[in-house]
Every structure is written in structure tokens, then in C-alpha cells.
């Protein structure tokens, strides 16, 4: 069974920096896309950035500019790099790996919180 686990979550001020990882772990054949989504108390789910097998990537409009999604496909692994943060991104983020059109597996979430 495929596991998903993130790593990174953590306080930091307004205007700082934080990377996230994730790992995607098991019997695992190809991972065609990874991504990130994140959550915030009372506010709906939202795509944050996805990154493809050719490495194209897609952003939610929000962190355009300021957030950087990267993979290593040998290990499995997605990182975002979340710079000039705000407190808007305030949320609990969850890490995505998809192995198929209707496949997709989960991790349990890291929180990341902008306050001075």
C-alpha cells in the first residue's frame, strides 16, 4: 500500500520562508503527478500547485511568484517552497501523489502558520 507523509510544517513570520516535503512510499510502479492542496479553519480546500511527469507545473493565482514546486521522480519526493509568506497562508497542507486517472493517495496533513 502506497503511504504519503509531510514533512516541514511549522511558525514562522510574515514575509518568511518555509519548504514542505513529501515522500510517497511502497510498491509504487510511476507516480504521473504530485501536488499540493491546503485548508484553512472555515475556508474550502484549495489547490495550491501540482507538478506533472514532463515537469510542468500549475499554481494556484495566490502564491504565483512567491511559492515553488519541485520533484525528484527516483525518490518519490515533492517539495514546495513557500517564500514571502502571508498570513492568508495560514492552513493545513496536504501532500498528493496520483498513480492513475482515479488513484490518488493522501497524506495526513502538516500545518503551517504566518503570525508575528
Known amino acids: 500500500q502506497l503511504q504519503v507523509e509531510e514533512f516541514g510544517g511549522g511558525l514562522v513570520q510574515p514575509g518568511g520562508s518555509l519548504r514542505l516535503s513529501c515522500t510517497a512510499s511502497?510498491?509504487?510502479?510511476?507516480?504521473?503527478?504530485m501536488g499540493w492542496y491546503r485548508q484553512a479553519p472555515g475556508k474550502e480546500r484549495e489547490r495550491v500547485a501540482e507538478?506533472?511527469?514532463?515537469?510542468?507545473?500549475m499554481y494556484l493565482d495566490d502564491v504565483k511568484g512567491r511559492f515553488t514546486i519541485s520533484r525528484d521522480n527516483a525518490k518519490n519526493t515533492v517539495n514546495l517552497q513557500m517564500n514571502s509568506l502571508k498570513s492568508d497562508d495560514t492552513a493545513v497542507y496536504f501532500c498528493?501523489?496520483?498513480?492513475?486517472?482515479?488513484?490518488?493517495?493522501w497524506g495526513q496533513g502538516t500545518q503551517v502558520t504566518v503570525s508575528s
Open positions: 498528493y501523489a496520483q498513480l492513475s486517472l482515479t488513484q490518488q493517495f
Open positions: 507538478i506533472f511527469t514532463d515537469d510542468s507545473t
Open positions: 511502497g510498491t509504487i510502479f510511476n507516480i504521473y503527478q
